[in-house]
């Protein structure tokens, strides 16, 4: 993953003067064993003899919640809450027909960038005034390639006379490799430079990018910065069970093994070339298989499927990577990769399925992945995507790690991501632009690499909550990747436990099943973790995968359940999540002084929400709102990743 900011304004009227003037822009990256937080400061001036509503098209991370929002003018500070969406609706029309300051944040329609949730931030700006925005989101950092990377992209579209970012990395390991690399620029740099200061520690990283006015002229007289600032880390890891960090009643589990081989692997190409694949998209595609097939080691075995209304295999059964066969199958790309037909996505994966199949018997302890790649909608054959799932999953059974890439927009996205979820792999959306090729052999390179199959983490049920864990069973484990497990613990729980992890794998001598342990680590007494780093860990992953099961689950009962949990959950941990918005005006301010966090008392539990004992159903209030208190910049301290902010910000003349 990687984080990603941008900025720029847009205005309405000839008037240049109407454009907002940023007079200060800051953002603060905070990063604590994976978890992150993203605080964006900025002060905008209304030079105008009206008041003005300045709306912010704000876009975070697919992977990541806004958890914060400030707005200070004329004197008065107001801070957000989260509201379910119609509530929220409720009270900042409210207080703007009654001509209250207001705010309210919530997920926009429009086309995102990539990898991106769209968020509108609206506010009101009085005449001759200065406001004062700060916005926080949190996301959980995950590897990639065998690197942690934030990117920041810089594009204020003006001069700012105090232009920061700063980044701080704690790692329960060491930092191994730490670098960073200036916008426009690919060199990545390791010490200080003009404009930037790097503070290393054997555990921690502070960098700050600190732009002068002359250095961003440098880049454009008149708009400034165009480009991104780029970190990128990694930390020590050991042959054994891994980091689990306990706090209270929560625990975090980080499992990525070092001293492991890479298995073989089973993998079939299942490539869309119907009509609408034609032109750009079918050349990117030709272009990439003659990358990604010679990248296939010798005990590899591979098939290449293409389809339309019909299915066309490279060969009858699976072949073993030999360089001619690599050779063989490269002239086949070049040469059948041809645009016609219709889409018959059905067949396709279920022939797919068969291939792999085939050599069950003859190799186990491999790699067994389907790469299936498609630009649109089911048109032949069997078209109703749930049926489609449904035939896939059973034929499946746990077989083979299913990943699918999604080629432009005119692609069923969330039919591809149930698909992928509950087949055990991921789905991507590859953009139809110039660097489409990097982006499908990128996504190869995190696949290619078998290090684990069958991976099954397991804790005493005298130590866990068993309904309270996240996913423990995993297909596969990637090189360069990392396993995340976080949960609650039972409130007896023994101190002196341990985590097992096995799995089959590969260590030198002979291939086998494998067995790693990990001993906790307690934060209690730590004045440097933050105090609720654990929870809002477990949190964050788990309302994550009750959306994810909100997708998948077929039954409409079970779909609503899986909603009402996630959020009542988005509520108590105040998160905005496509299941709420965060408003902020006067009355709802006042409101949340009356509330703290203490008098909470929430079940999240999936037992209960099984048993109908759903807090918050959706379209009602909510009966909790958590208020953040005035010191909330300092409780949330600590957290930031390889995540994605775009503030676009639009001046309206009302």
Same mark, same amino acid.
């Given at each position: 993953?990687?984080?990603?900011?941008?900025?720029?304004?847009?205005?309405?009227?000839?008037?240049?003067?109407?454009?907002?003037?940023?007079?200060?822009?800051?953002?603060?990256?905070?990063?604590?064993?994976?978890?992150?937080?993203?605080?964006?400061?900025?002060?905008?001036?209304?030079?105008?003899?009206?008041?003005?509503?300045?709306?912010?098209?704000?876009?975070?991370?697919?992977?990541?919640?806004?958890?914060?929002?400030?707005?200070?003018?004329?004197?008065?500070?107001?801070?957000?809450?989260?509201?379910?969406?119609?509530?929220?609706?409720? /009270?900042?029309?409210?207080?703007?027909?009654?001509?209250?300051?207001?705010?309210?944040?919530?997920?926009?329609? $429009?086309?995102?960038?990539?990898?991106?949730?769209?968020?509108?931030?609206?506010?009101?700006?009085?005449?001759?005034?200065?406001?004062?925005?700060?916005?926080?989101?949190?996301?959980?950092?995950?590897?990639?390639?065998?690197?942690?990377?934030?990117?920041?992209?810089?594009?204020?579209?003006?001069?700012?006379?105090?232009?920061?970012?700063?980044?701080?990395?704690?790692?329960?390991?060491?930092?191994?490799?730490?670098?960073?690399?200036?916008?426009?620029?690919?060199?990545?740099?390791?010490?200080?430079?003009?404009?930037?200061?790097?503070?290393?520690? +054997?555990?921690?990283?502070?960098?700050?990018?600190?732009?002068?006015?002359?250095?961003?002229?440098?880049?454009?007289?008149?708009?400034?910065?165009?480009?991104?600032?780029?970190?990128?880390?990694?930390?020590?890891?050991?042959?054994?069970?891994?980091?689990?960090?306990?706090?209270?009643?929560?625990?975090?589990?980080?499992?990525?093994?070092?001293?492991?081989?890479?298995?073989?692997?089973?993998?079939?190409?299942?490539?869309?070339?119907?009509?609408?694949?034609?032109?750009?998209?079918?050349?990117?595609?030709?272009?990439?298989?003659?990358?990604?097939?010679?990248?296939?080691?010798?005990?590899?075995?591979?098939?290449?499927?293409?389809?339309?209304?019909?299915?066309?295999?490279?060969?009858?059964?699976?072949?073993?990577?030999?360089?001619?066969?690599?050779?063989?199958?490269?002239?086949?790309?070049?040469?059948?990769?041809?645009?016609?037909?219709?889409?018959?996505?059905?067949?396709?994966?279920?022939?797919?399925?068969?291939?792999?199949?085939?050599?069950?018997?003859?190799?186990?302890?491999?790699?067994?992945?389907?790469?299936?790649?498609?630009?649109?909608?089911?048109?032949?054959?069997?078209?109703?995507?749930?049926?489609?799932?449904?035939?896939?999953?059973?034929?499946?059974?746990?077989?083979?790690?299913?990943?699918?890439?999604?080629?432009?927009?005119?692609?069923?996205?969330?039919?591809?991501?149930?698909?992928? $979820?509950?087949?055990?792999?991921?789905?991507?959306?590859?953009?139809?632009?110039?660097?489409?090729?990097?982006?499908?052999?990128?996504?190869?390179?995190?696949?290619? /690499?078998?290090?684990?199959?069958?991976?099954?983490?397991?804790?005493?049920?005298?130590?866990?909550?068993?309904?309270?864990?996240?996913?423990?069973?995993?297909?596969?484990?990637?090189?360069?990747?990392?396993?995340?497990?976080?949960?609650?613990?039972?409130?007896?729980?023994?101190?002196?436990?341990?985590?097992?992890?096995?799995?089959?794998?590969?260590?030198?001598?002979? +291939?086998?099943?494998?067995?790693?342990?990990?001993? +906790?680590?307690?934060?209690?007494?730590?004045?440097?973790?933050?105090?609720?780093?654990?929870?809002?860990?477990?949190?964050?992953?788990?309302?994550?995968?009750?959306?994810?099961?909100?997708?998948?689950?077929?039954?409409?009962?079970?779909? $609503?359940?899986?909603? =009402?949990?996630?959020?009542?959950?988005?509520?108590?941990?105040?998160?905005?999540?496509?299941?709420?918005?965060?408003?902020?005006?006067?009355?709802?301010?006042?409101?949340?002084?009356?509330?703290?966090? =203490?008098?909470?008392?929430?079940?999240?539990?999936?037992?209960?929400?099984?048993?109908?004992?759903?807090?918050?159903?959706?379209?009602? +209030?909510?009966?909790?709102?958590?208020?953040?208190? $005035?010191?909330?910049?300092?409780?949330?301290?600590?957290?930031?990743?390889?995540?994605?902010?775009?503030?676009?910000?639009?001046?309206?003349?009302?």
């Amino acid at each position: 993953m990687f984080c990603l900011i941008s900025l720029s304004t847009v205005f309405c009227g000839d008037d240049v003067d109407t454009v907002p003037k940023i007079t200060e822009l800051a953002v603060i990256a905070k990063t604590f064993a994976r978890f992150s937080e993203v605080t964006v400061n900025m002060v905008v001036e209304n030079r105008e003899a009206e008041g003005r509503t300045v709306m912010f098209q704000v876009q975070v991370p697919k992977s990541g919640f806004i958890t914060g929002f400030v707005m200070t003018t004329q004197n008065k500070t107001l801070r957000g809450i989260v509201q379910e969406k119609s509530v929220a609706d409720q /009270s900042f029309n409210q207080a703007v027909d009654a001509g209250s300051s207001a705010g309210k944040i919530s997920q926009a329609p $429009s086309t995102p960038g990539r990898d991106m949730e769209n968020f509108a931030v609206h506010l009101n700006v009085a005449a001759k005034s200065t406001a004062r925005f700060e916005l926080q989101y949190q996301e959980v950092i995950k590897r990639r390639l065998g690197r942690f990377q934030q990117k920041f992209h810089l594009e204020p579209n003006q001069i700012v006379q105090n232009l920061s970012v700063t980044c701080i990395v704690e790692e329960p390991q060491s930092i191994r490799i730490f670098s960073y690399s200036l916008p426009n620029q690919t060199q990545a740099l390791e010490s200080s430079t003009t404009g930037v200061d790097l503070k290393a520690a +054997p555990k921690r990283r502070v960098v700050e990018f600190r732009p002068s006015a002359e250095q961003q002229r440098s880049y454009n007289p008149h708009t400034g910065i165009r480009g991104d600032f780029v970190i990128s880390y990694d930390v020590d890891r050991q042959n054994d069970g891994g980091v689990v960090l306990v706090q209270d009643e929560y625990f975090v589990h980080y499992f990525s093994p070092s001293g492991l081989h890479i298995l073989p692997k089973n993998i079939i190409f299942v490539i869309d070339i119907s009509g609408s694949m034609s032109g750009f998209k079918i050349q990117k595609v030709r272009e990439v298989m003659q990358v990604i097939l010679p990248k296939l080691r010798e005990h590899d075995y591979f098939n290449i499927l293409l389809f339309d209304n019909s299915m066309k295999l490279w060969q009858r059964e699976p072949q073993r990577a030999t360089e001619n066969n690599i050779e063989v199958a490269r002239r086949y790309a070049e040469e059948m990769l041809v645009a016609r037909g219709s889409t018959n996505i059905n067949s396709a994966l279920l022939d797919a399925l068969d291939l792999l199949k085939d050599l069950v018997s003859e190799e186990d302890g491999r790699g067994k992945v389907i790469v299936f790649l498609t630009d649109g909608q089911p048109t032949a054959g069997v078209t109703n995507t749930r049926q489609i799932r449904l035939n896939v999953r059973n034929q499946n059974e746990g077989l083979a790690s299913i990943f699918a890439l999604g080629f432009g927009y005119g692609v069923d996205m969330a039919f591809l991501e149930a698909l992928a $979820s509950e087949n055990g792999g991921f789905a991507r959306r590859i953009y139809e632009e110039s660097d489409a090729q990097n982006q499908l052999e990128t996504f190869y390179e995190e696949i290619s /690499s078998p290090l684990l199959v069958d991976v099954r983490i397991d804790y005493s049920p005298s130590v866990i909550s068993i309904s309270d864990v996240t996913q423990r069973k995993f297909p596969q484990y990637f090189q360069g990747s990392e396993i995340v497990v976080s949960g609650k613990l039972q409130e007896d729980a023994p101190v002196d436990w341990q985590a097992k992890v096995t799995a089959e794998g590969h260590t030198g001598s002979a +291939p086998g099943r494998l067995e790693f342990t990990a001993v +906790p680590e307690t934060l209690l007494g730590r004045t440097d973790v933050p105090r609720d780093f654990t929870e809002r860990y477990w949190a964050f992953q788990r309302i994550r995968e009750l959306l994810r099961m909100e997708l998948v689950a077929d039954d409409p009962a079970q779909k $609503s359940l899986y909603r =009402g949990l996630a959020l009542n959950m988005s509520l108590a941990y105040q998160f905005v999540t496509p299941l709420t918005s965060m408003v902020v005006t006067e009355s709802v301010h006042a409101r949340t002084d009356q509330l703290s966090l =203490g008098g909470m008392e929430a079940d999240h539990s999936l037992s209960k929400i099984l048993g109908n004992q759903i807090l918050n159903q959706p379209g009602n +209030p909510p009966r909790v709102m958590v208020h953040q208190s $005035s010191n909330g910049s300092e409780d949330f301290t600590r957290r930031i990743s390889t995540s994605i902010i775009c503030i676009v910000i639009y001046l309206i003349i009302i």
